[in-house]
Nanobody, 123 residues
C-alpha cells in the first residue's frame, strides 16, 4: 500500500507565498507521475500541475509563472511553491502519485491521493 502525506497549507495574504509538500511512503518501486490538484466546494477537482520522474513539468494556465512544482525522487517527495497568491487560489489542495508497487511477489500499478490540505488566500 502506498500513502501520501501532505503538509504546508494554511492562510496567506494576496501576493504572498506558501509551499506545499507531499511525501509518499509504502512499498514503492517507482513513481512515474506526481501531481497537485485543487478542489473548491461545489466544483470538480482540477489539475494544477504535474511532474514526471525525469522532471518534465506542466501547469494549468492560471498558475503558470506563479507556481513551481518539483520533486525529490530519492525521497519520494513532491513540492509546490506557490507565489503571488490570489484569492481565487483558495481551495483544498490534493497530491496524487502514480507508479508501481509490489503486491506479494507481483509488481502492480498504483494511484494514490493525499488527504488534502487547505489553502486560504485573503484579499
Amino acid at each position: 500500500q502506498v500513502t501520501l502525506a501532505e503538509s504546508g497549507g494554511g492562510l496567506a495574504q494576496a501576493g504572498g507565498s506558501l509551499r506545499l509538500s507531499c511525501a509518499a511512503s509504502g512499498r514503492i518501486l517507482s513513481i512515474s507521475v506526481m501531481g497537485w490538484y485543487r478542489e473548491v466546494p461545489g466544483k470538480q477537482r482540477d489539475l494544477v500541475a504535474l511532474i514526471t520522474s525525469d522532471g518534465n513539468a506542466n501547469y494549468e494556465d492560471t498558475v503558470k509563472g506563479r507556481f513551481t512544482i518539483s520533486r525529490d525522487n530519492a525521497e519520494n517527495t513532491m513540492y509546490l511553491q506557490m507565489n503571488s497568491l490570489r484569492p481565487d487560489d483558495t481551495a483544498v489542495y490534493y497530491c496524487n502519485a502514480a507508479g508501481d508497487t509490489r503486491w506479494g511477489a507481483t509488481q502492480v500499478p498504483f494511484t494514490a491521493w493525499g488527504q488534502g490540505t487547505q489553502v486560504t488566500v485573503s484579499s
